[in-house]
């Protein structure tokens, strides 16, 4: 599912709601996570999961056209952790 397609969703669902007014929203939600992201916090949805930050160490890698060693820098990658619920609904 795309973005758009879950923007098509929701404004069918919600018929007070246009499409755009729906773009706006679903685009509203995924920037607060996104900001909140980059300001290291934690984003905790109950019954679907939650989002947060977690630190990679620096390492060796290998450029593979070449062969040559490279040191890849540490650096923060988004993690999203399945909630209970959620995990659930789709083993079912």
């Known amino acids: 599912m795309t ?35 980059a300001r290291g916090d934690k984003v905790e949805i109950r019954g679907f999961g939650s989002f947060r930050l977690r630190d990679r160490r620096m390492r060796v890698g290998r450029n593979p056209k070449t062969g040559v060693q490279v040191n890849v820098p540490a650096k923060k990658v988004p993690f999203f952790k399945a909630g209970k619920e959620l995990k659930e609904f789709v083993d079912s």
């Open 3 to 37: 973005k758009a397609d879950m923007i098509e969703k929701i404004s069918e669902k919600v018929n007070s709601l246009t499409a755009r007014e729906t773009e706006i929203i679903v685009n509203s939600i995924f920037d607060s996570i996104k900001d909140a992201l």
